[in-house]
């Protein structure tokens, strides 16, 4: 009967809801890209394109490199040479890889050049260091992401390899979407959807889930909430792998810069998440895998400028900013 009782819990997940317009001053989405440091996957979706332009596939391509060292000590992270050279230099961001935030030691070194150690109970009282207890509850490989294109030969006396993003292009066709205005975060009636069903539909899409609901299809009976409209192409992109909120904020204005010009498409999204054990989610905020690990924000970008804004966080983690 327990067992039975831990399944049918639900994970509990925070989900914050804004709407706002690119030109008004008060606007937030610099600073919510800028404090949300460690992101492992961007995607986004245009209705009503069936292929990129050259600028925006060109942006896509060059996200950038990020490095994997192995064997790394963590006194090199806080050396006069390592803090002249990365962190008074431009951004650089690090996070130990294959490791679980819940039940192993992890570091995150921040763009700001803050280090934080997320340590078990006998390495804290080892260090002899003084912290606060988390509220959830060695070497490693560390992950680097940096504009510098010094870090090859920075670590070269330790194994160092360089990787590049994966991107994944795709064309969707008779791709059936939610109806949404602008202005009406709740929906209306029989006119547009609320801004959860377009996130939850937004999910399923980046899934590659069949939305047709089948009667016969025993995987998913998920369909696409209405109002809704099927459009003839959309075009699909996404990239994975250690992506600065630098590289995040040029492509979230270079699709804010795609209705310069008459399009069909009445919106378009971009959707990014974070790597699920990173210590924080945005700034400082301490982040637990528990049940999910999930941190991540989506954009809804309208043809007048205004935009949503989602963020969703699991339910231990302190509420997105």
Request: charged share 20%.
């Amino acid at each position: 009967m327990a067992t039975l009782r831990r399944l049918r819990e639900v994970p509990r997940h925070l989900l914050v809801c804004e709407k706002s317009n690119f030109g008004n001053h008060k606007s937030r989405h610099r600073h919510i890209i800028q404090t949300h440091y460690y992101n492992y996957r961007v995607s986004f979706l245009i209705p009503e394109c069936g292929i990129l332009s050259e600028e925006l596939k060109n942006l896509v391509m060059q996200t950038g490199p990020y490095y994997f060292v192995k064997s790394l000590p963590l006194h090199e992270l806080i050396t006069h040479e390592f803090i002249s050279t990365f962190i008074k230099k431009g951004s650089c961001c690090a996070l130990t890889y294959n490791t679980n935030i819940d039940e192993d030691n992890t570091v995150a070194l921040l763009p700001n050049g803050t280090l934080l150690l997320s340590l078990d109970k006998d390495t804290y009282e080892e260090t002899g260091l003084q912290g606060r207890p988390s509220q959830f509850s060695g070497r490693k490989i560390m992950k680097f992401r940096s504009e510098e294109s010094t870090m090859m030969s920075y670590f070269s006396k330790y194994q160092i390899q360089e990787h590049q993003p994966k991107v994944a292009l795709s064309t969707l066709r008779d791709l059936q979407c939610p109806v949404l205005q602008s202005s009406e975060l709740e929906g209306t009636p029989d006119v547009s959807c609320r801004a959860l069903e377009l996130f939850d539909w937004l999910g399923a899409v980046f899934s590659n889930v069949d939305l047709n609901n089948e009667p016969n299809n025993f995987i998913s009976t998920y369909c696409c909430p209405q109002p809704s409209t099927v459009v003839a192409k959309a075009y699909s992109c996404t990239i994975t792998g250690f992506i600065l909120p630098e590289k995040i904020c040029l492509l979230l204005e270079h699709l804010c810069h795609y209705y310069d010009e008459p399009k069909l498409a009445p919106w378009v999204t971009l959707s990014v998440q974070g790597f699920a054990d990173s210590p924080v989610s945005w700034g400082k905020n301490e982040h637990g895998f528990r049940k999910g690990g999930e941190h991540l924000y989506n954009f809804v970008i309208f043809n007048n400028q205004d935009y949503w804004l989602q963020m969703a966080v699991g339910a231990n983690d302190h509420c997105p900013p």
